[in-house]
């Protein structure tokens, strides 16, 4: 650990998630999300059933915690919400057999994919990365982990979110296309995975545009609840 004083700038703060009944947060290292992981999401928004799901990521520091308004982000007109379980990893590495993965797990958690849809949308088509559709400030509220030594490991439960009080996204986390070890192990091929790291699962069906002044609440059955709101865009 290098002294704060020894940085050119001051030593930057740790992201965070809070651990629900707990002081002590957990430190988040990497953010991962699953793209296609719901096979009535991957309809609605019209790609090929057939691909399997893959990996993108998002920045620790754009983690938001419960009960954040979020700013309506700048540059998009389609600014949607994508409800997700959060997996929270206390240990990793490369190449992690599926049959031990959930032995890096620390626990489980709701969180929420923003993005930008229709950024995301325009970069697909013009072959470019998603970066600037799902990378923005705030970008990934996530509630309260669970640890799964209180909870064990939810391979079903139904996953659900609503606006202003009015459902729009319901599915089942055993409609995952890849489960939880299956992602854990397909995503230490691509890069080693550590304590730390948390992979947001994938979003069931019903995905929306949000507007400023907009409720969001969203939770996963034995897992947990998160809420936050929409503000208005910084001037
Ligand atoms: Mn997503």
């Not at 308004?69 to 994508?82: C, I, N, S």
């Not at 190449?95 to 950024?119: E, F, M, S, W």
């Amino acid at each position: 650990m290098t002294a704060s004083s020894s940085f050119a700038i001051p030593a930057l703060p740790q992201p965070v998630i809070a651990v629900a009944g707990s002081d002590k947060p957990f430190p988040v290292r990497r953010v991962w999300c699953v793209g296609r992981n719901y096979l009535e999401h991957i309809r609605e928004l019209g790609n090929d059933e057939r691909q399997p799901p893959f990996f993108f990521a998002k920045h620790a520091d754009m983690v938001a915690q419960a009960g954040v308004t979020v700013p309506y982000p700048q540059l998009t007109k389609d600014f949607q919400h994508e409800v997700e379980m959060v997996v929270a990893l206390k240990s990793g590495g490369f190449n992690i057999d599926p049959q031990k993965a959930l032995d890096c797990v620390y626990g489980y958690g709701v969180g929420v994919d923003l993005t930008r849809r229709d950024l995301q949308m325009a970069s697909r088509k013009k072959e470019q990365p998603w970066e600037i559709g799902k990378s923005f400030d705030m970008g990934a509220p996530c509630g309260a982990l669970r640890p799964a030594s209180e909870i064990g490991h939810p391979a079903k439960g139904k996953i659900w979110l609503s606006v202003n009080g009015t459902e729009r996204q319901k599915g089942d986390l055993s409609e995952m296309i890849w489960n939880v070890p299956e992602i854990i192990g397909k995503l230490s091929l691509q890069v080693s995975l550590g304590a730390g790291d948390i992979i947001l699962t994938g979003t069931p069906a019903g995905v929306a545009a949000l507007q400023p002044g907009d409720k969001i609440d969203c939770g996963i059955d034995g897992v947990g609840t998160l809420a936050f709101s929409i503000g208005n865009p910084i001037a």
